[in-house]
Every structure is written in C-alpha cells, then in structure tokens.
C-alpha cells in the first residue's frame, strides 16, 4: 500500500506541473 501511495503522490505532482504549464500555454492562445 505504501507502493501505491507513493506512486498516487507522484502522479499528482506531476499532473499539478502539467496543469501549470499548460495554463501558461492556453493563457496565451486566449489572447489571440
């Protein structure tokens, strides 16, 4: 279960990165 935790914990993190990244790119589309 530990395992599993670890990699759940990992999976959101890196998702929270992407969504970041991805504000920044869709943020500046909107402006076109």
Excluded: A, C, P, W
């Excluded at 670890?6 to 076109?32: A, C, D, P, W």
């Amino acid at each position: 279960t530990t395992d599993m935790g670890l990699r759940i914990r990992e999976m959101m993190y890196h998702k929270v990165k992407l969504n970041k990244i991805f504000s920044r790119v869709t943020g500046k589309s909107e402006s076109q």
